[in-house]
């Protein structure tokens, strides 16, 4: 049986774009492996801290000299990793904010990037460890930013794309819905996407 695992980053709920772009994919897959396990993962109803002394404190010290202050801070990490290890598909939704990431999904990738846990160093460079899973990003624009010009403005997607394979997930599809804001694409940029979807 396969597992899927939905990331959730838009606070916009039914009205959120990349929210459906998501569902979209995750049918699609459904369809493919009609008995997987979905889990979904709301980071706006349960927003992962940002960073602070505690958390990194709690990150570099040995697990077997962690004070209960440390298992405290480190929880939310420990879990979402757990939900990255028990995942084969990953569908994360992400929405463009001032042409980057969101800082709920930025957050969710601070806890999710550990040495020793979900990458290494090594003699050559860092490897990823949380490899042999498909991720599926539902990308989701005000404008267009995937020809000319304008894809040097997408900080969102190369972030994404890099910070993925930095932990070992490589095998990424990403499907972009674009134009949301231009009255000439708003009500097709959907549909076009999902049409676009492969599995």
């Not at 709301?42 to 209960?68: C, I, Q, Y």
Request: charged letters at 20%.
């Amino acid at each position: 049986m396969s597992n899927i695992l939905q990331i959730i980053s838009s606070p916009r709920g039914e009205a959120s774009n990349s929210i459906k772009l998501s569902e979209a994919i995750i049918d699609r897959l459904k369809l493919n492996y009609p008995s997987a396990a979905l889990h979904i993962k709301d980071l706006t109803n349960a927003p992962f801290p940002h960073l602070e002394e505690v958390h990194l404190n709690a990150f570099f010290t040995d697990v077997e000299k962690n004070t209960g202050e440390h298992r405290e801070a480190i929880k939310h990490s420990n879990s979402a990793i757990e939900e990255l290890n028990w995942a084969d598909f990953v569908v994360i939704g992400a929405p463009m904010y001032n042409f980057g990431v969101s800082s709920t999904l930025k957050a969710w990738f601070d806890h999710i990037t550990r040495a020793g846990i979900t990458f290494k160093y090594t003699d050559k460079g860092p490897i990823g460890l949380l490899s042999g899973k498909k991720v599926f990003l539902a990308v989701t624009t005000g404008g267009i930013y995937s020809l000319g010009e304008e894809i040097k403005k997408d900080f969102l997607t190369p972030y994404l794309k890099f910070m993925l394979t930095f932990i070992g997930m490589n095998d990424i599809t990403v499907c972009r819905a674009e134009g949301f804001a231009l009255s000439e694409t708003r009500d097709t940029a959907l549909e076009k996407a999902i049409g676009s979807i492969k599995i």
